[in-house]
């Protein structure tokens, strides 16, 4: 039995002040509340397709007309056919049907002029090889790129023009993820251009452990105005600093508030920032996305944390969220060739789609489950046998042990072990985490426990479908209510169905461990997740067993 002392370990495996303690644990909501955070089902991202597939008509229909300007008779189906396959091909590998921060046939037409020559190049090859008596000249080359160019940018231009028509009239909501002023600033800069298409409805500035949350919410909303008025003091300092830069402009012949010289002051400030949400908490993301229907997460180069970057992005990619990263890295990188139009009011950006959803995963996974628990659990039927005597003779009754926990997406089931210890109450197996020296536990308990041979029963769990071989531990709703709010990425542990053994235990984390490095294990897990994985880590749990260690 895994049960959990009455002070929660760290999740970082290190001793944290008495001080951190009061401040970031919070007790657990009540069973079956809507309190518990786990993602929710993703939505499918349906942007892209609606977009791509009018610039696709576009090009079919220049290449079309290209084609029949030629007028090659029955030739010229053959050479229709060739330049929609070959443009087609190439334009979607370049991405050129992706849409764009700034929507103009302008940015694209370099690209568009250098696939087109490919496509005719290689469709007189084809022919020149196929029909000798009908090979394409020189100059039918460039009078049929020449006409497939044209009407492809105009038919563009056209789409364009009407995407951002439909980008201003239907901004996506999108949700800005960083602190302090450049997170405001971006906010204003988002309301004052609906052109990009981004609607902010809140700011994400979710706090570092150990933070206080209530600081970066207090100094997230003093951004409304464009001043802290806790005591004055930041106020009177603004003063000060802005008297002082006027009349240093004044000397140096700058420009003044009056438009009689060049403006040199930020032109997007976080005093026209609109006001909105400050969320400082997972629980307030989660729900966040799903009540605005968000679908952009707008990451701002503000020096957070890598790691909490990284668990935030899974998140909203988990929800069908595209994410961009607005001013990342030093200006003097080299900038990717071509992404002169990739910028958001001239701050350099990209924009990354979530990964698609993986249905025929969950198939696989659980095919493996039913074909490995079945036979096993079968094969070591007289062992289960031998193990509930043993219980019941040195124990007595109720020889399984049923506790309640947290599976895939949040939902809660009831896992089955071998009872080693019997609780004083219930409120002592929910809440206390670790039994390993406990005196009370007797020899048979103390052995089943050492084997690891008390987890057997949840073989049953996976043929129920509860959870599965290979995936993360399943905790307690106390714990996972713990741990969702003092580690970042913690509940997005739950996308994928738990499991008997995972990455992280092959490699060592199993009871009193780090709860952060298993997190982190657990996701990569989840992100990297393929069938030979899980085949490796079974192998792996199964060598393992020569040399036991517990739970």
Request: hydrophobic share 40%.
């Amino acid at each position: 039995m895994s049960t959990e002392s009455t002070s929660v370990p760290p999740p970082s495996g290190r001793a944290r002040t008495a001080e951190q303690r009061v401040r970031r644990v919070s007790i657990a909501p009540p069973r079956r509340t809507s309190d518990r955070v786990a993602p929710q089902p993703r939505r499918t991202p349906g942007a892209p397709p609606r977009f791509g597939l009018p610039l696709i008509a576009a090009d079919w229909l220049a290449a079309l007309l290209s084609a029949a300007v030629l007028n090659y008779g029955r030739l010229g189906a053959v050479l229709a056919v060739q330049l929609v396959v070959c443009v087609t091909v190439l334009n979607a590998c370049a991405g050129l049907y992706r849409p764009g921060v700034t929507l103009s046939f302008l940015d694209r037409a370099p690209a568009l002029a250098a696939r087109i020559a490919v496509s005719w190049c290689a469709a007189a090859a084809v022919l020149a090889a196929l029909f000798p008596e009908h090979g394409l000249g020189f100059a039918d080359l460039l009078g049929g790129g020449a006409v497939q160019l044209a009407v492809a940018c105009c038919c563009r231009s056209l789409v364009h023009a009407r995407r951002r028509a439909v980008t201003r009239e239907q901004p996506r909501s999108a949700l800005v993820v960083g602190t302090g002023t450049a997170a405001r600033r971006m906010t204003a800069l988002l309301a004052q251009h609906p052109e990009y298409g981004l609607r902010p409805v809140g700011i994400a500035a979710p706090a570092a452990q150990g933070e206080d949350t209530r600081g970066s919410s207090r100094e997230a909303h003093s951004g409304r105005d464009g001043r802290d008025t806790r005591d004055g003091r930041d106020s009177r300092d603004s003063r000060n600093s802005r008297d002082t830069r006027d009349g240093r402009d004044a000397r140096d012949g700058g420009g003044s508030r009056d438009g009689s010289g060049p403006n040199v002051t930020s032109g997007t400030s976080g005093t026209n920032a609109p006001a909105l949400p400050v969320l400082t908490s997972t629980e307030e993301i989660h729900r966040a996305v799903i009540q605005n229907g968000v679908q952009e997460a707008v990451f701002i180069d503000s020096g957070d944390g890598a790691d909490r970057s990284a668990s935030l992005v899974a998140l909203f990619h988990e929800y069908g969220c595209a994410t961009w990263f607005v001013g990342a890295g030093p200006w003097d990188t080299p900038a990717a060739p071509g992404a002169m139009p990739q910028h958001l009011w001239g701050f350099p950006c990209r924009r990354l789609e979530p990964p698609p959803p993986r249905r025929h995963d969950s198939v696989a996974k659980r095919l493996l489950d039913v074909a490995v628990a079945g036979p096993v659990l079968l094969a070591i039927s007289p062992v289960l046998l031998t193990c509930a005597l043993a219980v019941r003779l040195c124990d007595g009754p109720d020889v399984l042990f049923h506790q309640e926990r947290v599976g895939q997406n949040g939902r809660p089931f009831t896992l089955l072990k071998f009872r080693t210890l019997r609780p004083v109450d219930e409120h002592e197996a929910a809440t206390r985490w670790n039994i390993a020296n406990d005196l009370r536990m007797s020899a048979v308990g103390n052995f089943l426990r050492r084997t690891s041979m008390d987890e057997l029963p949840q073989l049953w769990n996976v043929l129920r479908g509860d959870m599965s071989l290979v995936g993360p531990r399943p905790e307690r709703p106390f714990f996972v209510a713990n741990f969702s709010k003092t580690l970042p990425g913690y509940a997005a542990r739950h996308r994928m169905p738990v499991g008997i053994t995972g990455l992280a235990q092959v490699h060592g984390l199993r009871g009193d461990t780090s709860i952060e490095d298993r997190s982190r294990f657990d996701n990569h897990y989840i992100d990297h997740w393929s069938l030979w994985q899980d085949v490796c880590i079974l192998l792996r749990t199964a060598a393992s067993l020569v040399r036991p260690a517990g739970s």
